[in-house]
DNA sequence: TAGCTTTATGTATTCCTTACATATTCACTA
DNA sequence: TAGTGAATATGTAAGGAATACATAAAGCTA
């Protein structure tokens, strides 16, 4: 079977050229249609979905490494990207099942160890910059409601889970709007974004008045038309502002 | 030379036992005489100083190595210990550097990889359970002021300052000072832990007013005699308000 | 033009944060 | 034993932030 010869050779030249027993677990999260999404991949000739991830080149940054991996899958190359956990379990998933399901050929001759430490990270995506796109071990790319996620290879779920925790901790401390949404955006778009996140409604007279007051968006003369209803204003994000707050640690949000 | 000897069987063993190409860094903070402070290694016949470590066993779990690492040095058991970043630079430092240093032998024919990641762990203990304890690599093991390290052996200077930035942004979601002090303490000498952690002089009325607001601290009747001034009262933390109170998310400190 | 949907917005209350100064206690010593 | 010095304990007023809450306006459709 051609699939998987060509795995076979995949593997050996991960042997080959990069650091043996570690690997990277992407969580990539972006915003749309009210919904947080994640993006997912469906491996070759089956059912099951899992995140991007990969390799660390033997003189590589890990840092660097995710970053490759991310541009790979969404073509974007700035984007906020940041390390959250380095999952270390001695046994984090059901080797002998995943394999099985992924109709992986024999390793037992490869150099990789019997068990990898994963580091994880996760990005956050404005949407409608990505064009998700599928490898040679991968049939689809695509994002899911984070909410309804499937049951996922490996660990995977879990470290969603992690990874979502981390972004909720994180938005009280910077507002993580700006690296989901699209240069212009609504009011009640960032509040719902916020409401995803957080799990929780927001009243939207309070959220309005303390997202403004934190000084880092400016409402634009434009308004968005297309709705049986009151057009709402757009906004963007001053990025200075919102640096210069983020330095000074005044970026709070409960 | 003896020591160079141990030296090679120790790398020997660790390439069979352990995880290649991963190590564990700990940051130990401790409290005490009103400074925070630093549990520091001195290698053996050098002045060359730096954080313990070691490495996983093949089928061991991150975590309970970290742990593992810190009982060998602490011998403290029980401790509030967590991975906060993993170093995965391609190069951390200069090796050449280090190996003259610490006057290695040849390690050319060590199945270890040219780099090594690292994963930092920080605990949090309280100083007067601590027996530190050099072990057969170090002559010596002690604390250090935070504010005053050396120059220290690998990235060791960076781990901690991340390690730092990583204990300050915690202070303000939950109350570490359950960690660093012993079980009962007065309250000048929990401000000046969140002094030193935060770096800032706070105002001792409102200080007391909030950590006794947080409701999980208890006034004892006892005072602690010894100076010449007014005795202070002891304190302790309540360990179920404690709990409760950090899974409400109740904590926050600014 | 009536109706439906979503947006935009202000005020009163409560809570939290900050700023700030003095009286008390203990040990030491003269 | 009275006086001194050092650190502790404590309350109040003012300003700012968070919360709770309801209605009018705008755009589209029928």
């Known amino acids: 079977m051609n699939y998987k ?20 677990d992407c969580v990539i999260f972006g915003f749309y249609d009210n919904q947080l999404k994640v993006l997912l991949l469906r491996w070759k000739q089956t059912e099951e979905w899992g995140l991007p991830g990969g390799f ?11 970053q490759r991996i991310l541009e790979e ?10 390390q959250f956990h380095t999952f270390g379990e001695d046994v984090r998933y059901n080797r002998q099942e995943i394999s099985q399901k992924l109709s992986w050929p024999d390793t037992s001759s490869r150099q990789w160890p019997d068990r990898t430490v994963s580091i994880g990270y996760f990005a956050l ?16 790319c695509r994002w899911w409601d984070v909410e309804k ?21 994180q938005l009280s401390w910077q507002p993580v709007g700006y690296n989901l949404l699209p240069e212009k ?8 974004l916020y409401e995803t996140i957080l799990n929780r409604p ?5 959220f309005s008045k303390k ?44």
């Open 5 to 24: 010869k060509q795995l076979e050779e995949y593997f050996n030249e991960v042997d080959a050229r990069c650091v043996l027993g570690l690997s990277i």
């Open 56 to 66: 660390i080149y033997k003189n590589e940054s890990v840092d660097v490494a995710a």
């Open 73 to 82: 899958r969404t073509g974007i190359k700035e984007l906020f990207l940041q």
């Open 125 to 140: 995506v404005d949407f409608s910059k990505v064009a998700p796109t599928a490898d040679f071990l991968t049939d689809e």
């Open 149 to 169: 996620l499937p049951s996922l290879l490996f660990d995977h779920n879990h470290i969603v889970a992690v990874a979502l925790r981390t972004l909720r901790v």
């Open 185 to 192: 955006f609504t009011m009640p778009e960032l509040q719902r």
């Open 202 to 206: 927001l009243d939207p007279r309070n």
């Open 211 to 254: 997202m403004r007051a934190l000084g880092i968006i400016e409402r634009l003369e434009e308004q968005r038309k297309g709705g049986a209803f009151k057009s709402p204003y757009l906004f963007r994000f001053n990025k200075e502002k919102y640096e210069k707050a983020l330095q000074e640690g005044n970026l709070a949000f409960s």
